[in-house]
């Protein structure tokens, strides 16, 4: 344990031991075994912390092997139980300066990663006028009422809600802030969501009443901004993300989507580090993102090998990685949430 704790977690800059990752240690005839517990399933520096960790361990006198089981123990952000009396762990806003940059595509494939490095996901549709997610996801409906509470659909490991599942695909929605914040809060409130890692919320384009409604009343862990390379775009999400910054919410960072000739490329990164905040990655320019999620298979799940899927799978680890940082920031407290396998 003293040469275990010698080793520390790359992103949260403390030792293995102080974070409670390490369980169930035993050393039997010059054998060493133990449990390495990670903050979330889609650790991106998985196999940098396991191989310190077994040359700390064989560095110790007498040990002639070492096996390492590995789970992990996703931190919660204890805010979201303590307000929306909500088992969930992370509530995470996905968020766009203006329409047409992939906001919705990314939030549909990080949620669908997230789900399959092993993690508990929800994907709520906060766009209350204009729900996307029923077809990028391939469900159109939902499951019959648990008595005066709604049960969410269910596709690719994720649970999901969305206005499109509730009202009529060809009749437009007219309504004032108000409706839209009671709506959003009866998605919180209203629907049997169960136990959950992630919560990936998919916001409207904009600054308008949803986001600043949710998060004002909602504990967001943090909010990803999404943003094509051109520079109108760009300049949108600038606004996006300062408004962010005025309601206090968490820069998870900044998302560069639709990346190559045709939009340029670089913006995102060049936002990120004017703001200082996190870039989380390049998604590049390809139709089959679009052909994918106009199929309801998300290119995570349909062509899992692509460039594309292998950039957003590469994001959501970064992005699961920066949500243990700033929930474990807001507390001291070691990791005590349930292991998910």
């Avoid at 006198?61 to 096996?67: A, H, L, S």
């Avoid at 409706?179 to 998605?187: D, N, V, W, Y």
């Amino acid at each position: 344990m003293a040469r275990l704790a010698t080793v520390n977690e790359p992103e949260l800059h403390k030792d293995l031991v102080t974070l409670n990752m390490i369980r169930d240690l035993k050393v039997e005839k010059g054998k060493a075994t133990f449990t390495l517990v990670l903050t979330t399933p889609a650790c991106p520096l998985k196999d940098q912390i396991l191989s310190e960790a077994n040359l700390a361990v064989m560095s110790v006198e007498g040990i002639k092997d070492v096996q390492i089981d590995v789970d992990s123990s996703v931190p919660a952000d204890r805010r979201v139980s303590g307000r929306l009396n909500l088992n969930v762990g992370n509530l995470i806003a996905v968020s766009s300066g203006k329409g047409g940059v992939g906001k919705s595509s990314v939030a549909a494939n990080l949620a669908v990663a997230l789900a399959q490095s092993g993690a508990r996901t929800g994907l709520m549709d906060a766009d209350i006028l204009g729900p996307n997610i029923p077809i990028m996801m391939g469900v159109h409906t939902m499951p019959p009422p648990n008595g005066a509470r709604l049960v969410p659909a269910e596709a690719f490991g994720v649970k999901l809600m969305s206005m499109g599942f509730l009202v009529d695909p060809d009749k437009p929605m007219v309504w004032r802030g108000p409706m839209l914040h009671s709506a959003i809060r009866q998605f919180f409130t209203d629907v049997e969501w169960g136990e959950l890692d992630y919560m990936v919320i998919d916001l409207p384009p904009g600054t308008g009443d949803v986001q600043l409604s949710l998060a004002q009343s909602v504990p967001l862990t943090g909010a990803i901004v999404v943003t094509q390379p051109q520079a109108v775009a760009v300049a949108d999400a600038r606004r996006g993300l300062v408004m962010f910054e005025h309601v206090q919410v968490p820069i998870i960072g900044i998302v560069e989507n639709m990346s190559g000739d045709f939009f340029g490329s670089g913006g995102g990164a060049k936002l990120a580090e004017e703001r200082s905040v996190p870039f989380l990655g390049t998604i590049p320019l390809d139709p089959q993102v679009r052909i994918t999620g106009d199929g309801g298979q998300p290119i995570v799940a349909a062509q899992p090998e692509s460039p594309a899927a292998k950039a957003l799978r590469s994001v959501a680890e970064r992005v699961a990685a920066r949500a243990s940082v700033l929930t474990l920031s807001q507390s001291d407290s070691q990791i005590e949430i349930s292991t998910v396998g």
